[in-house]
């Protein structure tokens, strides 16, 4: 049988939703939805948690609900081994980075080159758009093979999704109501770097990892101004834009000074930008220096903290773990070690590859140690530690949805789902 839909006038508890699962039981629905154009309480949300009920605030939500029920293919869910149960990909995907947008969970999926809509209530693929596709001609034998782009960093302006085609010259624009490609926007040095996006979404940026300079692009006309990087500086893995002031925070992988002195090796850094003034203002320098030599370390991710006016970055590579800087000054104010456990061997770093805030808590996917942390948002000590599984490259991206930590496990094929009720 098909949907059963309830409408409620009040804000409802988790009676409520109990209620309506019984219904459907004596009816053989398959799910209900609820409707509250004046909202749920907490318990409601937490009744409705592994159920086939999904609540909605809005009759449009409800039809966009209900009209993607009918061709939604379910996430695979495995409980098996050691670690969190993952709700796997039915084929081969490989998800990376994470979006939350409009209550749907957008994935990059590396291996299967392509876009996965995502339900997060339902936990099922609403839609999957694939990237671009190309021809390689083997030297050897003359074979001609199709291969597809993968997808690399994302973000969202004006109802369309902006994704850095790696290992292609281009930027896809793509539109969200529609799944449809309408745009490719040519980018000296490829797909390869980092997207960032402007409070109003007028403008979208993009840190070339190929190419020392960035890209400003008006999110209306995809017209691109060009920025040079600092004097020196190589490759970006991280870009943020801070969401009030003109400030662009810049992850410069290699070509920094520390006291004003190159070092062997990386010499990675922060630069902050001035998109106003049109001037960088300050750059941080981020590689620890051991016996003459900076280490290999990369700026990974880069979160701001509105409550405490603070950057967390996340460093690949470094023993530093996560820095914190002041965010108008670029001041470190301290680091956030984590002792390496016994799935980072031979490693002493734990690479912080993603971080996600929620009201009381800072959460980093540790991909080295297969871990979640929590920490406590205002004195950033250590809550807690979530074994994810252990696969191959380990963890790669988390997001917050109402209470849930998502995390994406490339590895493990699919996204782990973790309740914070107890931790946020």
């Not at 409802?12 to 509250?36: C, F, H, M, N, Y």
């Not at 948690?49 to 809005?58: A, E, K």
């Not at 291996?111 to 936990?123: E, L």
């Not at 290699?254 to 010499?267: D, E, S, V």
């Amino acid at each position: 049988m098909g949907d059963r839909m309830q409408i409620m006038e009040n804000s409802r508890p988790q009676e409520k939703v109990l209620i309506l699962k019984s219904i459907i039981e004596d009816l053989g629905a398959d799910r209900g939805i609820i409707v509250s154009e004046v909202g749920f309480q907490s318990g409601a949300y937490d009744a409705a948690r592994g159920t086939n009920i999904t609540l909605v605030t809005s009759l449009d939500e409800f039809s966009r609900t209900a009209l993607a029920a009918a061709s939604e293919v379910p996430l695979i869910l495995n409980s098996s081994g050691e670690g969190e149960p993952i709700y796997q990909f039915p084929n081969l995907a490989g998800p990376h980075d994470l979006l939350l947008y409009n209550n749907v969970i957008i994935s990059a999926n590396w291996i299967g080159c392509s876009i996965a809509i995502i339900n997060p209530a339902s936990k099922a693929i609403i839609r999957t758009i694939d990237l671009d596709k190309y021809e390689k001609v083997s030297p050897q034998t003359g074979a001609r093979e199709i291969l597809s782009h993968p997808p690399g960093s994302l973000v969202i302006a004006d109802g369309r999704l902006f994704v850095g085609q790696v290992f292609s010259e281009v930027i896809l624009v793509i539109d969200l109501a529609t799944h449809a490609i309408v745009k490719r926007i040519a980018i000296l040095g490829g797909g390869e770097g980092q997207l960032a996006v402007s409070h109003d979404e007028k403008k979208v940026y993009f840190a070339s990892n190929t190419i020392n300079q960035f890209y400003i692009i008006d999110s209306a006309t995809y017209d691109v101004t060009t920025v040079p990087y600092p004097e020196g500086g190589r490759g970006c893995m991280s870009l943020l834009r801070h969401p009030t002031q003109p400030l662009l925070y810049i992850g410069v992988s290699r070509g920094g000074r520390i006291n004003g002195q190159r070092y062997p090796h990386a010499n990675s850094y922060l630069a902050i930008y001035d998109l106003s003034r049109q001037i960088y203002l300050v750059d941080t320098q981020l590689a620890e220096v051991r016996n003459g030599r900076a280490d290999d370390a990369t700026p990974a991710c880069l979160t701001y903290d509105d409550i405490h006016n603070r950057i967390y970055i996340g460093m690949f590579q470094s023993q530093r773990g996560i820095c914190v800087l002041d965010a108008e000054s670029g001041r470190p104010v301290q680091d956030i070690r984590f002792e390496a456990n016994s799935w980072s061997k031979p490693f002493s770093w734990v690479d912080p590859l993603s971080q996600a805030l929620t009201v009381s808590s800072l959460l980093s996917v540790n991909r080295n140690n297969n871990e979640l942390v929590v920490l406590d948002r205002s004195s950033l000590h250590l809550q807690k530690s979530i074994f994810l599984g252990n696969a191959s490259n380990g963890p790669r991206a988390v997001l917050v949805w109402q209470n849930q930590a998502i995390v994406s496990y490339p590895g493990r094929n699919g996204l782990i789902f973790i309740s914070l009720n107890s931790s946020s």
